[in-house]
């Protein structure tokens, strides 16, 4: 069975700092990683995902993830945080190609501070 | 593009009562999604369609709980009879192509936040 975890239920940082907000998968064979931003009293919107190829994709709002295969991990990354960044983060994997089933983390709230 | 489009946004309703959450996917998708939401048990998918046909309910928590797609852009949750446990946020997303073959993202509803008193 496929799960995903976000070990930290709160992310807080200073607006200009590097935001990082934690996933790692436990799936088996090559996983479709992705991550979605939930604001206040709005559905899930696409960040990234990551399918095959390179290891660091590029997603919406300046966001990156970096997939690492050897600590079944897909951390989420933004260089210099935004106040507008505030909100809900869900990290979500499909096993694969054959699947499509997506299994979401708890969610990791992160809080921009001014 | 619209995008998906749910109503209500919000429902209030006494136990025992019928309740029709609606849904639009985006025009040409042909996946439908249905999820709900809740503090204890995060994001749980109920129902997946793919065009028009109910692939995988095993989501569905119960007999009291139903969906359909009878065409290509509108799917419907009901919920007969409503109980407290059921208040939620229930959304629909929607994908082009055939979910189990591709890889593409899905599209999210902004959600019908329903209560159950």
């Known amino acids: 069975a496929q799960s995903v975890a976000q070990p930290e239920d709160q992310v807080n940082v200073a607006e200009g700092n590097p935001l990082t907000v934690k996933c790692t998968y436990s799936v088996s064979g090559n996983p479709y990683l992705f991550w979605y931003v939930q604001y206040p009293n709005r559905g899930l919107q696409f960040l990234l995902k990551y399918i095959t190829g390179d290891n660091l994709v590029k997603g919406s709002y300046g966001f990156e993830a970096e997939f690492n295969k050897s600590q079944t991990s897909f951390h989420l990354k933004k260089p210099s945080a935004l106040v507008s960044d505030s909100a809900l983060y869900f990290c979500a994997v499909r096993p694969g190609r054959n699947d499509y089933k997506l299994s979401f983390g708890a969610g990791t709230t992160v809080t921009v501070r001014a | 593009d619209a995008g998906v489009i749910q109503s209500p946004r919000h429902e209030v309703t006494e136990m025992g009562q019928e309740v029709t959450l609606r849904c639009k996917p985006i025009s040409g998708h042909n996946s439908l999604f249905w999820y709900r939401q809740t503090m204890m048990r995060g994001l749980e998918l109920l129902i997946y369609f793919n065009n028009n046909v109910p692939i995988d309910d095993s989501g569905m928590p119960e007999d009291r709980f139903s969906a359909k797609m009878p065409n290509a852009s509108f799917s419907t949750l009901k919920i007969q009879p409503s109980e407290p446990r059921d208040s939620a946020v229930y959304f629909c997303?929607?994908?082009?192509?055939?979910?189990?073959?591709?890889?593409?993202?899905?599209?999210f509803g902004p959600g019908t936040r329903l209560t159950v008193l």
């Open positions: 997303a929607s994908s082009p192509g055939l979910a189990g073959v591709s890889y593409n993202e899905q599209f």
